[in-house]
């Protein structure tokens, strides 16, 4: 139990595009999810906390217009990459968990998001 | 000083042996402490959850938490090859906007 998917699984993409990124809870349903950036060799770096149906709360310094999250059902959670830049390489994994298990969170596999 | 180190290792051992990872930290109100294992390219897996104190074992693997000297520690005995991968320690206190403080990770390679 607690599964948790993302897709693509791998992105190239020209600078200035955008990529969105999908996270799905298989089978449970996710009141909160998080999307994490990580560097090589760097721990997780928390970008954002989606509650379902609500606006997510970002970290400090994570450009809310860059990255634009949306947790539309209990299911799905999307971030979009918007005009990417080389910078913007990196590898972005989500999790996500159910109410009153924030600690528990469960991991999807990553993206790896690499912008030319 | 960052609220939780970990040494990044990497740390080399035979298989079979008892491997030992840690990770301190400096914000006493941390009460939830988790282990999370990491494969290359691929997303976290939790492995132990702890909330305050003591010892909680799960097969092969062993978490500790020592409060007083705000100190964690997970234990695998018997390491297998498989077990190669980077340990990633977390935690976090208590509140509805808790998240979690995660460690660098213990790169970890178990030689068969």
């Known amino acids: 139990g607690a599964v948790v998917s993302q897709h693509p699984s791998r992105v190239i993409c020209k600078s200035g595009t955008s990529v969105k990124i999908e996270c799905r809870s298989l089978?449970?349903?996710?009141?909160?999810m998080f999307w994490y950036r990580q560097f090589p060799k760097k721990s997780l770096m928390l970008m954002a906390t989606?509650?379902?149906?609500?606006?997510?709360?970002?970290e400090q310094g994570v450009e809310k217009d860059k990255f634009l999250i949306n947790h539309a059902s209990l299911t799905l959670s999307t971030l979009t990459v918007t005009s990417a830049h080389p910078e913007d390489s990196s590898f972005y994994i989500c999790?996500?968990?159910?109410?009153?298990?924030?600690?528990?969170?469960?991991f999807g596999p990553g993206t790896r998001l690499l912008v030319l | 000083q960052k609220e939780v180190e970990q040494d990044p290792g990497p740390l080399s051992v035979p298989e079979g042996a008892i491997v030992s990872l840690n990770c301190t930290y400096s914000n006493s109100a941390f009460q939830y402490f988790m282990w999370y294992r990491q494969y290359s390219r691929k997303g976290p897996e939790l492995l132990m959850y702890?909330?305050s104190s003591g010892n909680k074992e799960d097969g092969r693997f062993t978490a500790q938490v020592d409060k007083s000297s705000k100190y964690i520690s997970l234990f695998i005995r018997d390491s297998q090859p498989s077990d190669s991968a980077t340990y990633l320690c977390a935690m976090s206190g208590t509140g509805n906007n808790r998240k979690l403080i995660w460690g660098l990770g213990t790169s970890l390679a178990v030689n068969p």
């Open positions: 089978d449970f349903q996710a009141t909160t």
């Open positions: 702890t909330y």
């Open positions: 989606s509650n379902e149906g609500s606006k997510a709360t970002y």
């Open positions: 999790s996500a968990t159910w109410t009153g298990q924030r600690e528990t969170q469960y």
